[in-house]
Protein backbone atom coordinates (compact mmCIF):
# COMPACT_ATOMS: atom_id res chain seq x y z
CA UNK A 1 0.00 0.00 0.00
CA UNK A 2 2.85 2.12 -0.36
CA UNK A 3 2.55 3.21 -3.88
CA UNK A 4 -1.14 4.22 -2.54
CA UNK A 5 0.77 7.27 -0.79
CA UNK A 6 2.03 8.12 -3.98
CA UNK A 7 -1.04 8.39 -6.11
CA UNK A 8 -3.22 9.96 -3.73
CA UNK A 9 -2.38 13.76 -4.08
CA UNK A 10 -3.82 12.97 -7.81
CA UNK A 11 -6.45 11.65 -6.48
CA UNK A 12 -9.45 13.77 -7.58
CA UNK A 13 -12.86 13.35 -9.04
CA UNK A 14 -11.02 15.20 -12.27
CA UNK A 15 -8.72 13.41 -12.62
CA UNK A 16 -9.38 11.01 -16.01
CA UNK A 17 -6.99 7.83 -15.11
CA UNK A 18 -8.21 7.90 -10.87
CA UNK A 19 -9.89 4.52 -12.17
CA UNK A 20 -7.17 3.21 -14.08
CA UNK A 21 -4.93 3.93 -11.23
CA UNK A 22 -7.05 2.12 -8.23
CA UNK A 23 -7.86 -0.35 -9.92
CA UNK A 24 -3.71 -1.25 -11.14
CA UNK A 25 -3.02 -0.46 -7.22
CA UNK A 26 -5.59 -2.55 -5.94
CA UNK A 27 -5.73 -5.53 -7.83
CA UNK A 28 -3.21 -7.69 -6.95
CA UNK A 29 -4.68 -7.11 -3.32
CA UNK A 30 -7.73 -8.01 -4.05
CA UNK A 31 -6.53 -10.89 -6.24
CA UNK A 32 -4.69 -12.18 -2.64
CA UNK A 33 -7.48 -11.89 -0.55
CA UNK A 34 -10.77 -13.17 -3.14
CA UNK A 35 -9.02 -15.38 -5.73
CA UNK A 36 -9.28 -14.84 -9.47
CA UNK A 37 -12.40 -15.71 -9.56
CA UNK A 38 -14.42 -12.69 -8.02
CA UNK A 39 -11.02 -10.11 -8.43
CA UNK A 40 -11.77 -8.34 -11.29
CA UNK A 41 -15.34 -7.71 -10.63
CA UNK A 42 -14.62 -6.87 -7.08
CA UNK A 43 -11.91 -5.09 -7.94
CA UNK A 44 -14.45 -2.71 -10.84
CA UNK A 45 -17.59 -2.61 -7.81
CA UNK A 46 -14.37 -0.67 -5.41
CA UNK A 47 -13.27 1.51 -8.14
CA UNK A 48 -16.95 2.83 -8.51
CA UNK A 49 -17.03 4.14 -5.30
CA UNK A 50 -16.70 7.70 -3.95
CA UNK A 51 -13.26 9.09 -4.45
CA UNK A 52 -13.35 9.92 -0.54
CA UNK A 53 -13.95 6.32 0.44
CA UNK A 54 -11.60 5.05 -2.31
CA UNK A 55 -9.21 7.31 -0.23
CA UNK A 56 -10.18 5.63 2.91
CA UNK A 57 -9.19 1.91 1.76
CA UNK A 58 -6.15 3.08 0.42
CA UNK A 59 -5.09 4.48 3.56
CA UNK A 60 -5.40 1.36 5.44
CA UNK A 61 -4.58 -2.38 4.46
CA UNK A 62 -7.42 -2.88 7.28
CA UNK A 63 -9.79 -0.68 5.29
CA UNK A 64 -9.20 -2.40 1.94
CA UNK A 65 -10.06 -5.97 3.70
CA UNK A 66 -13.19 -4.75 5.16
CA UNK A 67 -14.46 -2.94 1.84
CA UNK A 68 -13.35 -6.29 -0.10
CA UNK A 69 -15.95 -8.19 2.50
CA UNK A 70 -18.62 -5.73 1.81
CA UNK A 71 -18.30 -6.51 -1.86
CA UNK A 72 -18.20 -9.96 -1.69
CA UNK A 73 -21.29 -9.70 0.46
CA UNK A 74 -23.07 -8.07 -1.52
CA UNK A 75 -22.29 -9.75 -4.68
CA UNK A 76 -23.66 -12.90 -2.78
CA UNK A 77 -26.58 -11.63 -1.72
CA UNK A 78 -27.31 -10.35 -4.97
CA UNK A 79 -26.64 -13.87 -6.61
CA UNK A 80 -28.63 -15.87 -3.60
CA UNK A 81 -31.87 -13.58 -4.77
CA UNK A 82 -31.42 -13.91 -8.25
CA UNK A 83 -31.23 -17.72 -7.59
CA UNK A 84 -34.36 -17.58 -4.99
CA UNK A 85 -36.29 -15.74 -7.87
CA UNK A 86 -35.57 -18.32 -10.24
CA UNK A 87 -36.95 -21.14 -7.81
Known amino acids: MLQAAKI ?5 ERNPYL ?3 VGHLI ?3 VLMIMGPE ?3 KIT ?4 ELPVQ ?5 LGSFDALQMKVQEANEL ?3 VKDKK ?5
Open 75 to 77: LKA
Open 44 to 47: GMLI
Open 53 to 57: QIKQY
Open 8 to 12: LPSMT
Open 38 to 40: KAP
Open 19 to 21: KDQ
Open 83 to 87: DNETK
Open 27 to 29: YDY
